[in-house]
């Protein structure tokens, strides 16, 4: 009956188009204007019957008597554990980054030993500057010591010659006082002089340029004369100790916790690393309204600091929750209701069930209320049926 209304409403349609067609009289626009409320005739026409189908398929007792269901899918709900993370980007990076500096300032480069991309023990020589000046005055810091020396050598002679006649009653009291006076002056510049050889011999030392720590030489740019004064020309990252860093915005400050699992994947090296916060920042940066959290990385020789990194943050989690495909889940006036299976006498009927939801994590949303375990949720075919209506799992 339902069918025979929408071809009789379609034919008279078409017979008043044509007849709108033959006519010859009334301009172009009235014409357009007769065709568009035609068309929206057209539509509201068939919304009233999608509106009555779907009453009469309530309302018709036929369907029980010829004993015709529904066909849909069915889950049975059970309890399981829910999690739900933050997504973010990150970066990998290092904990400990060196700039290697010059100790005393500096200097021209004479010899360069290591490259970009080196590994680097601690205690390595890397440069050598220019020490041609240097070298010079650590040897006449040593003939000038040297100097010194054989005058004190000599001054102590006389001191010892002089103190034996004084001894014997030879020679006058100031003769001696000036020759022990003489001894403790040279004795001075003496140990001034061996202290100028230690600092000149110290400067030298410092014309060889040496790591204090390990790691890799993550850049290297310094060439041979040029002049190597630091300002970041050598760096060292210690590839042994990396972390994560990601910048949470600041409504999650309240659900991120210090030592929170941390899901960590590197999608250019397909590597995924459990691991935990270390470091929670406690200041809001005012550029991005985000806080500052690290994760530290267990050793692996393929990660490198700068990756990009996809950062899972668990910021909650439920041991029992009851968790659907959002997929499922409809919305009325009155909230959120699925479907499910219920058994009625011989008869499997579909149930309407309001439902109070929580947490959305992926392709599951947790329910917090309106369903129990051992419900039958209804999973495929749950757009086209109506509260009560007769289904079944199998196919006939």
Same mark, same amino acid.
């Given at each position: ?11 008279? %349609? #078409?017979?008043? @188009?044509?007849?709108?067609?033959? =006519? $010859?009289?009334?301009?172009? +626009?009235? /014409?357009? &204007? !007769? ?89 390595? %020589? #890397?440069?050598? @500057?220019?020490?041609?000046?240097? =070298? $010079?005055?650590?040897?006449? +810091?040593? /003939?000038? &010591? !040297? ?250």
């Amino acid at each position: 009956m339902i069918r025979s209304l929408k071809n009789i409403t379609a034919v008279s %349609l #078409l017979i008043v @188009l044509a007849a709108c067609g033959n =006519k $010859q009289k009334g301009s172009l +626009a009235e /014409k357009k &204007a !007769e065709l568009e409320q035609l068309k929206k005739e057209q539509i509201a026409t068939a919304d009233k019957i999608t509106a009555l189908e779907a009453d009469i398929a309530k309302l018709d007792t036929s369907a029980s008597k010829d004993d015709v269901a529904k066909l849909v899918g069915t889950s049975a709900i059970t309890t399981q554990k829910f999690i739900h993370y933050i997504d973010l980007q990150g970066r990998v990076d290092a904990d400990n980054i060196s700039y290697i500096t010059p100790r005393l300032g500096g200097g021209q480069v004479k010899a360069i030993f290591v490259k970009k991309g080196d590994f680097v023990k601690k205690g390595q %020589l #890397l440069l050598q @500057l220019d020490d041609a000046v240097i =070298k $010079q005055a650590v040897t006449a +810091a040593k /003939k000038s &010591a !040297e100097t010194l020396k054989t005058q004190l050598s000599f001054a102590k002679d006389l001191y010892s010659r002089q103190s034996n006649l004084w001894k014997q009653g030879i020679g006058t009291e100031v003769q001696l006082l000036s020759a022990k006076n003489n001894v403790e002056s040279l004795e001075k510049q003496v140990e001034a002089s061996e202290a100028n050889v230690r600092s000149a011999e110290e400067q030298l030392h410092a014309t060889n340029v040496y790591s204090d720590v390990e790691g890799i030489a993550d850049e290297v740019n310094v060439k041979v004369g040029e002049l190597f004064a630091g300002m970041g020309q050598i760096k060292i990252v210690n590839t042994r100790s990396l972390k994560v860093v990601t910048d949470v915005p600041e409504n999650y400050g309240g659900n991120v916790k210090m030592s929170a699992p941390v899901i960590v994947v590197l999608p250019d090296i397909n590597k995924t690393y459990n691991t935990a916060i270390s470091v929670l920042g406690k200041t809001i940066n005012v550029n991005n309204r985000s806080f500052s959290v690290e994760a530290k990385l267990p050793y692996d020789g393929i990660v490198r600091p700068n990756q990009m990194a996809q950062i899972k943050i668990q910021d909650y989690l439920s041991d029992n929750a009851i968790a659907i495909p959002v997929n499922t889940m409809q919305t009325d006036d009155k909230g959120k209701y699925v479907f499910i299976a219920v058994k009625e006498g011989n008869k499997l009927v579909a149930r309407k069930k309001q439902i109070i939801v929580g947490e959305l994590y992926g392709q599951l949303i947790e329910v917090k209320s309106g369903l129990a375990a051992g419900d039958m949720l209804i999973t495929e075919g749950y757009q086209n049926i109506y509260d009560g209506q007769r289904i079944t799992t199998d196919i006939k």
